[in-house]
């Protein structure tokens, strides 16, 4: 074998011998790395268990306040910002006038006949078809009716109840159990009434144009009694439940770090 092989071995073994090295001078860095991510993900995690309650009232304040404040801002001209938040809350809610809140107008709510009058548009065949045109006629309101909160009067209630339930909740926190599963069922039913025979109803003359039955339509009144019912038997049911996952998470980062 000539010297010059040897050079060209030589120079081989150096360069794997060099990549060795590198990768294990690499493997510690990398997991240091992910330790890391790892220790910032259990201190979320940790905080997110002493502080959850906080949070989720937080998110419901944000979610029912957002679309109560798109009335104020039109009432205070700032169109655009309103728009906004009648354009994200569309695809969470119908957002039908006879159905909605009002704010700085003569009336809180309409129902379905006053409104058709007030716009002037001529009834179709069945009372849906002309909600539609009367919501399009109306958009968010104006000076004479008032304007329109982004959510149904039945949303208004469930979130509105969530947000005072998650209040109320954190005054026994840990003293309440949980809301066994038939009395939320009994909480449901008197929503799942009301507004599913309005829904059923409405859909009937759609399906079977000669079935002989009356489209039904809540009041403002059931649909807050209702939706706040839910609302609340909701958080009754979940919130508990969720205390005692919290509390495992903190108990076991506690044991592992003697994080406080």
Not at 227 to 242: D, E, H, S
Request: charged letters at 15%.
């Amino acid at each position: 074998m000539s010297a010059e092989d040897n050079v060209g071995e030589a120079t081989t073994a150096e360069v794997l011998a060099e990549v060795e090295r590198r990768r294990a001078a690499a493997a510690p860095a990398v997991g240091e790395r992910q330790r890391r991510i790892v220790i910032l993900a259990d201190r979320f995690v940790f905080w997110l268990s002493k502080h959850w309650l906080a949070v989720f009232n937080t998110l419901a304040l944000l979610y029912v306040g957002l679309p109560i404040l798109a009335p104020v801002l039109m009432y205070l001209g700032a169109v655009r910002p309103a728009a906004a938040i009648h354009l994200i809350y569309k695809p969470l809610c119908h957002q039908m006038p006879h159905r909605s809140w009002f704010l700085f107008g003569p009336q809180f709510a309409y129902t379905l006949e006053y409104l058709t009058a007030h716009t002037g548009i001529e009834p179709l065949s069945t009372s849906s078809e002309t909600a539609y045109l009367i919501r399009t006629a109306i958009g968010y309101g104006e000076k004479s009716l008032g304007y329109k909160v982004a959510l149904c009067q039945r949303d208004v209630a469930i979130y509105g109840a969530i947000f005072l339930a998650g209040l109320l909740y954190s005054l026994g926190r840990r003293r309440l159990r949980p809301l066994p599963w038939w009395g939320y069922v009994l909480g449901l039913l008197p929503m799942a009434a009301d507004g599913g025979y309005q829904l059923f109803s409405s859909l009937v003359p759609y399906l079977f144009p000669d079935f002989p039955i009356s489209p039904y339509e809540s009041t403002s009144l059931t649909r807050t009694i209702t939706g706040g019912i839910f609302g609340l038997v909701t958080i009754w049911l979940a919130y508990p439940y969720v205390q005692e996952t919290m509390d495992e998470f903190s108990d076991t980062l506690h044991q592992r770090f003697g994080w406080e």
